[in-house]
């Protein structure tokens, strides 16, 4: 038997790269399955919202966590989780996630009441904040190859993307032949194969040494996450009031506050070491920024094919899988050209310079331009998978073999601010330009958003609703526009960095 499929994976000195086998290569596609529901998990409500909220009769505010709190617990326990993987084991906290996160669908699908439907997202939450760094460090550990390592995570990136597409599409397929919690229960089988079949082919490993569990970093983790994340996703649909603002510079307090603990005490939960280790800071940062690029797309996209093109919501979904065909070729792709010889840092400039032409392409649209829309969201996430799928393969053979988790952990992390800023930054540019395209005598409503402006033409008659309609997906297209010419200035800037900063890294990340 093999180094990578021991029950008990040294760490530390890493040993020799070992050829990965069939036994890795299933258990790499049993991984596939919790990373697919987690991140499906992010849109699978967006088509289920309607009949939970005819069937639950939720308040205002109760609608917004039911669809935000699966997030934001997510987003608030990936540090704790990443670091707690790597002290008790990560297959048996993949295992124990696998099961909540199993408990917690079967709950949600048979919620009765709004808070119980809260409660079982927040557990959603919680177990995907155990799956989603145990599957990238467990990956880390099985395949010790560089070569296949990078084909291996080049997958996990493309289904990771892959899955948020999907779990929009599955929701409205579901719901228009079942009932909305059947959204849920197609996480049961996936996660009962995991847990017969993980203790079977997946290796344990942890760190041997990894210390006290410092009890009071995963409140001031938590406190620096979640105000941050929760201020820029709001900032988008609801301007930049005070609260958001404070919010946001509250985050910034505790996180300070966070670094400074990790920098003092004798236990960190991230180890300050960590963040040294040679092209592992670059990793991290340039991963905030595609993901930055990401998101910030996806905001106006989804917008323009229901809004301006005037599809329906399941329509717009299902168009918006045609770009998803890409992403599963590009990751794998491009870890076959670092694997033969690539310089890795001009690879990364080239997936960042692939995804600014995206941006371009964006930015020359008209109200009328499906294809068009297609392919620059198709060459956009070409290239952001390009770059995530290196730069977390590069991050990962960095850092520590014990400390994998906690990699892992942080690049989640950074991926959650950078989609927020992402929608944050680029979503006020496209607000401020609508407002600014739409002319002062449009009503109130309609001069805010473009939904705005669907609702009140609605309501108009004749030819005033749709010259109304007609500016405002002008106004919308041209906003795209100017969010589109700064989306490409960041990654063709990205582009730049990670040329300078990525070309002395080999493929090996040394």
Not at 150 to 178: D, N, P, Q, R, Y
Request: charge should be neutral; charged fraction near 10%; glycine fraction near 12%.
């Amino acid at each position: 038997m093999t180094n990578s499929t021991s029950t008990n994976v040294p760490v530390g000195a890493e040993s020799a790269p070992v050829r990965a086998g069939r036994r890795e290569w299933t258990a790499l596609g049993v991984l596939m399955l919790p990373l697919l529901l987690v991140s499906m998990d992010v849109s699978v409500l967006y088509f289920a919202t309607p009949a939970i909220s005819a069937d639950l009769r939720p308040s205002g505010a109760q609608q917004l966590w039911i669809f935000d709190i699966y997030g934001f617990v997510l987003a608030g326990l990936l540090m704790t989780m990443g670091s707690l993987g790597d002290r008790i084991g990560r297959r048996r906290l993949l295992l124990t996630g696998a099961a909540a996160f199993g408990a917690a669908s079967l709950l949600a699908a048979y919620a009765n009441s709004a808070e119980t439907l809260i409660a079982a997202r927040a557990i959603l939450g919680i177990g995907g904040a155990t799956l989603m760094p145990s599957t990238m460090a467990l990956v880390r550990t099985m395949f010790t190859d560089p070569g296949e390592r990078a084909k291996a995570i080049g997958l996990w990136s493309g289904v990771m993307t892959g899955g948020i597409a999907l779990g929009s599409v599955m929701s409205g397929v579901l719901v228009e032949h079942f009932w909305w919690g059947s959204v849920f229960l197609v996480n049961l089988p996936a996660m009962a194969l995991l847990l017969i079949l993980g203790p079977v082919l997946l290796p344990e490993s942890k760190n041997p040494n990894p210390g006290r569990f410092d009890w009071l970093s995963v409140p001031l983790s938590m406190a620096a996450v979640l105000p941050v994340v929760y201020g820029l996703k709001e900032i988008p649909s609801e301007g930049w009031h005070p609260q958001y603002v404070v919010s946001v510079t509250v985050g910034l307090l505790f996180a300070a506050l966070f670094v400074h603990r990790q920098r003092t005490t004798a236990s960190p939960l991230i180890p300050p070491a960590l963040l040294r280790g040679h092209g592992f800071t670059p990793a991290l940062a340039l991963t905030l920024v595609s993901a930055f690029g990401m998101m910030g797309s996806a905001i106006f996209t989804t917008q323009y094919l229901q809004s301006v093109l005037g599809k329906s919501p399941l329509q717009a979904a299902l168009w918006s899988l045609l770009p998803s065909v890409l992403i599963g070729i590009a990751g794998p792709v491009t870890g076959q050209l670092v694997a033969r010889g690539a310089n890795r840092g001009y690879v990364v400039a080239t997936g960042f310079a692939v995804s600014a032409a995206g941006y371009a392409l964006l930015a020359s649209t008209g109200t009328d331009s499906l294809w068009l829309v297609l392919v620059a969201a198709g060459v956009l996430a070409c290239g952001v998978v390009t770059v995530m799928s290196q730069l977390t393969d590069l991050a990962l053979s960095t850092a520590p073999v014990e400390r994998a988790g906690t990699a892992s952990a942080l690049l989640e992390t950074g991926t959650e601010f950078g989609g927020a800023l992402g929608m944050a930054v680029l979503g006020s540019i496209g607000t401020a330009l609508y407002r600014h395209e739409m002319p002062s005598s449009a009503p109130a409503e309609a001069h805010e958003t473009l939904g705005g402006a669907l609702a009140t033409a609605a309501q108009l008659p004749g030819r005033s609703g749709e010259t109304l309609l007609a500016t405002a997906r002008d106004a919308f297209t041209t906003g795209m526009h100017g969010a589109a010419i700064a989306g490409a200035v960041v990654l063709a800037g990205a582009a730049a960095g990670a040329a300078v900063t990525l070309r002395r890294i080999g493929a090996a990340g040394k």
